[in-house]
């Protein structure tokens, strides 16, 4: 029991970490444009389906700085050529248009790669265990994911707080025109803005999309709780959704609950997209059962 709990509150950390990387684009958006992207799980799926094809062609680390790259440009275009002609109309036109954006980009992506999980699989220099707990190996890649999380966290800090960029994108927000007067190009700030944060969704794409499933409906299911993210920890606040993050992710694993009553499906304990998991004894609390099954430190998280 100790072993699955110590299991579950190291994915529940390093999963709203995640939960951070994906809603820091977000949340540096709005903060800076007050601009609330519906569509910003969509690039963040795009950057998955982007650094998978990237992968196949050139290798995992070209594809974890050319997908975001890329996906950046694409948010800086729609920031451009869509944003910024309905900003005049309103938030219910911006809101209208990266709601369509959003569904345009699912249906893309399944008409491009198909509706079935891709075997998107973990680079081979971080495919080993990093350290054991008990008698589990926990993945060196799941501390890969926590390391670029927290470096992403820190980096956005210094950069908003910090430097002569950070003070112009913030002053931009609240005094567009003196800013303009200074000869600053605010158009281009903002889009920029849109570009970074794009970007910072494809990255936590790019990241999670070995660890967790790629498919074409991977944005809808994490969508909901991006919002939850940074509606919790105050709209526009980077602190405010590192904390929200973090609370979400570690109360995922209250879910282990329903796992030790009811055994998972044979499928998903045995091998997940190629992997062999790696078993922690658990006891079925089944009046009917008192068998052990396998529990997975990747298939828990």
């Not at 008990?134 to 994911?145: D, L, R």
């Not at 969704?201 to 993210?229: C, E, K, N």
């Not at 105050?234 to 979400?248: D, H, K, M, R």
């Amino acid at each position: 029991m100790l072993e699955l709990i110590v299991i579950s509150t190291l994915n529940g950390v390093l999963f709203g970490m995640l939960l951070f990387l994906l809603s820091s684009g977000l949340t540096v958006i709005f903060s800076m444009m007050g601009v609330l992207n519906f569509a910003h799980a969509s690039f963040y799926m795009l950057g998955a389906f982007f650094g998978f094809q990237l992968t196949k062609w050139i290798g995992f680390w070209p594809a974890l700085v050319l997908a975001p790259l890329l996906v950046g440009a694409i948010g800086m275009a729609v920031e451009r050529y869509g944003l910024r002609n309905t900003h005049k109309h309103g938030h219910v036109a911006e809101l209208l248009l990266t709601f369509g954006l959003a569904f345009a980009i699912e249906e893309i992506v399944s008409m491009i790669w198909g509706k079935s999980p891709l075997d998107y699989r973990v680079p081979a220099l971080l495919d080993f265990p990093a350290f054991t707990i008990f008698s589990t190996n926990y993945p060196a890649y799941k501390i890969f994911m926590l390391a670029v999380s927290i470096i992403i966290f820190v980096a956005l800090l210094l950069v908003l707080k910090r430097t002569r960029v950070g003070l112009i994108v913030q002053a931009a927000l609240t005094h567009p025109h003196m800013v303009g007067h200074l000869g600053h190009n605010v158009g281009r700030v903002f889009m920029a803005v849109f570009g970074v944060g794009s970007a910072l969704a494809a990255l936590a794409g790019v990241i999670a999309g070995p660890a967790l499933v790629t498919q074409s409906d991977m944005a809808a299911s994490l969508g909901p709780i991006l919002f939850v993210v940074i509606v919790f920890g105050g709209l526009g606040s980077l602190p405010g959704a590192f904390i929200a993050s973090l609370v979400i992710g570690l109360c995922r694993p209250l879910r282990w609950r329903s796992m030790v009553r009811w055994p998972a499906p044979s499928a998903r304990l045995t091998r997940r997209r190629g992997r062999p998991c790696s078993p922690i004894s658990g006891t079925s609390r089944s009046p009917r059962s008192r068998r052990s099954f396998p529990i997975c430190c990747w298939c828990s998280f």
